[in-house]
């Protein structure tokens, strides 16, 4: 007799005035049963009305009874043989009394049967569960009830379940996937896009920060250190200009709060209630930072490593060649260094190289590379000067170091000799023929690598 078509759940509207409690879970079902009643005067044509809400087609999940919640044995019944009627339920639209009661019959059930008539409660070919209607003794069938009024009751119980039933499902997809989020070693949260308030963080994050319950707090308030307004280095503002893009913001942050490391990647996702809102997820890259650092930087000095200097230089060449544009390799190696070892001891001698690789760094571009290349052996690498300008930087530095040794009247002169080799953007070169020329060139002389024939 229901129709359970969409157009028809949303006609059955009508019937029930707080028809906003289908979507208030705070409300019992039993409150929904009161509301149709007022409505439809459910009780003048109807005793009781049983719902059975399913698990599956075999298990019953819940039942629900109105207007007397205590379970009467036919109730009773309904509940233990829920799954044989949902097997019938799966090939018809209803029961009827007669066949109802064959059925209980079947089952063991020889008392007096009250007339009653069973609806599944189905939408979209999934089975929510049934709903049984007795008749009131004063009825004499369900004529008197009429048809509008039927299938408005069966739609609307039909309604409260499927949206009771989404309402479940939510609920177990969202802490499941909590559960995956809080066990994932990146750290995760959501903040309000207007407010700065954050809307959830997983627990991963929470312990590192060391925060119980941030949800509701303004984001820079909790995470960052003396803050008094949002973030300047923010990236929302950014990703605000182009919210349909989809796009994602990378960037590093060294936080004031924890002094850690983290790339950072944010967007802007929809949440749950349909509002654009803040991701940021971020991964604590301090530890291969420091490895990386280690790995390519030498200890004492802080200039690269042979290693990695070789490779940028490697780079270099072939951008170089690539983009038309020259350089200038400079290799010095420290004057005296076995000396000072000798006379001060170790410890002095490594304050030289120190004081001497400080020095040339200051006099170094962004784009210019510099490391060790051996114990006293060092290549510089000007991408940014003429050949000119990088005769007055080395000038300048030796100047510095033996005023600097005369202030501190240290019983040596830190110094270099050092060699230069222009590389020209034509020159068929390679990074052995670069360091090899380079060597030669240590006595003050200047060579030029020319173009192999």
């Not at 008197?144 to 997809?173: D, P």
């Not at 995956?180 to 929470?206: E, S, W």
């Not at 942050?253 to 002094?259: A, H, Q």
Request: some cysteine; charged content about 20%.
């Amino acid at each position: 007799m229901a129709d359970y078509s969409t157009d028809n759940l949303k006609q059955s509207q009508q019937f029930l005035q707080a028809y906003d409690k289908l979507y208030s879970f705070k409300n019992t079902f039993y409150d929904l049963l009161a509301s149709l009643e007022k409505t439809l005067g459910l009780t003048e044509y109807l005793s009781h009305i049983s719902v059975i809400q399913l698990r599956n087609e075999k298990h019953f999940q819940a039942a629900f009874h109105y207007p007397n919640e205590a379970l009467s044995q036919q109730q009773s019944l309904l509940s233990h043989k829920a799954h044989l009627i949902a097997k019938k339920l799966k090939l018809k639209t209803e029961i009827n009394c007669k066949d109802f009661s064959h059925i209980l019959t079947e089952c063991g059930y020889n008392d007096n049967i009250r007339p009653t008539t069973v609806y599944p409660l189905r939408f979209d070919d999934y089975l929510y569960g049934f709903a049984a209607l007795e008749l009131n003794e004063k009825a004499i069938n369900f004529q008197q009830f009429s048809t509008n009024s039927l299938t408005a009751v069966v739609n609307i119980l039909c309604a409260y379940f499927v949206k009771k039933h989404a309402f479940e499902q939510t609920a177990l997809q969202q802490k499941v996937y909590t559960s995956i989020i809080n066990g994932m070693n990146n750290l995760i949260y959501v903040t309000d896009i207007h407010t700065n308030k954050i809307l959830f963080m997983n627990q991963t994050m929470k312990d590192r920060f060391a925060l119980k319950a941030p949800e509701g707090k303004i984001c820079w308030q909790v995470l960052q250190q003396n803050m008094s307004q949002r973030c300047n280095f923010c990236p929302v503002s950014k990703l605000l200009r182009d919210p349909s893009s989809n796009k994602t913001i990378h960037w590093e942050e060294v936080n004031s709060k924890t002094g850690r490391i983290y790339e950072n990647h944010d967007s802007l996702i929809n949440w749950f209630d349909g509002s654009i809102v803040h991701l940021q997820q971020s991964i604590d890259i301090t530890d291969s930072k420091k490895a990386f650092h280690d790995a390519c930087f030498d200890e004492l000095t802080n200039t690269l490593t042979r290693r990695a200097g070789k490779e940028l230089l490697e780079k270099l060449i072939k951008a170089a060649h690539q983009n038309c544009h020259g350089f200038i390799t400079c290799m010095f190696d420290i004057n005296s260094l076995k000396q000072v070892n000798d006379n001060y001891g170790h410890s002095e001698g490594d304050k030289l190289i120190i004081t001497i690789c400080q020095t040339v760094k200051k006099y170094l571009g962004s784009g210019d590379i510099f490391f060790r290349l051996s114990g006293d052996e060092f290549i510089v690498v000007f991408t940014e000067h003429s050949l000119q300008n990088v005769k007055e930087i080395l000038q300048k530095v030796l100047i510095e170091l033996k005023n600097s040794a005369q202030k501190n009247a240290l019983p040596y002169e830190p110094s270099f000799t050092y060699g230069l080799l222009e590389i020209q953007s034509t020159s068929n070169y390679s990074l052995t023929d670069i360091l090899n020329r380079v060597d030669e060139t240590r006595c003050g002389e200047l060579k030029k690598l020319l173009p192999y024939k």
